[in-house]
């Protein structure tokens, strides 16, 4: 664990003698790459939410969303030894104890249940040719969808945290990961929300996702871990029968006017 080394492998960061060692630039690499598959939950729900908006705020309103994970993530990355505390049950029922992170994973999950089946409910039910909903709804106003974002980010952000206390023994690194994913993650915000929100099948398999996250986030809450592997690679095989979808549609369009 990251607080029981002692100060001076803390301050091995600014001695510059992590350069030559490739094991610190493999955990690096690694954390971050896994930083950002985990992110890619966080970032779909933002770019659901914020296509709420008016269009003029939704890239305010990612980038917002997306430097809140990144706040609460460095947040918890410096309450390292309260991080630890909240995995330790603090009541049990039935023999089975749970802690405050299971807690959090539950509510959570439960969070995404609804804003999902909400989201899908609206897609199915919404008249042929009456228009989405995001300019102008009701009950729909920038500082609501933040608040939103920011709730969903401290569950998001709990899981990726302990992901990364768990493959990292220093804690720049795990800072340095986390800055990277964040990073990448702000850059592809806005083309992802563009291709959602422009491809109402996308945006039902983006909901759809939720809806196996939110389950996934509920059923680690009860002590079921069931690897997000799994989940990956149905969005995964999902977008890639979509994209030969597209494909097909548009040159049978480029067919029939030529």
Known sequence: MALSHPPSRAMEFFTFAWIADPQIWLSLVTLSALEIVLGIDNLVFIAI???????HQRSLGRKIGLSLALITR???????AWIVGLTQPVFEIAGKGFSWRDIILIAGGLFLLYKATVEIHEMVEKDDGEPDRPEGAAGVTFRGVVMQIAVIDIIFSLDSV??????????WVMVVAVV???I???IASNPLANFVSAHPTVKMLALAFLLLIGVLLIADGFGLHVPKGYIYFALAFSVAVETLNHWVRRRRKRAVAG
């Open 74 to 80: 460095l947040m918890l990355l410096a309450t390292l």
């Open 180 to 182: 990277i994913a964040m």
């Open 162 to 171: 302990i992901t990364a206390v768990g493959m990292a023994d220093h804690l």
């Open 49 to 55: 939410l914020t296509g709420r908006l008016p269009a």
């Open 184 to 186: 990448i993650m702000i």
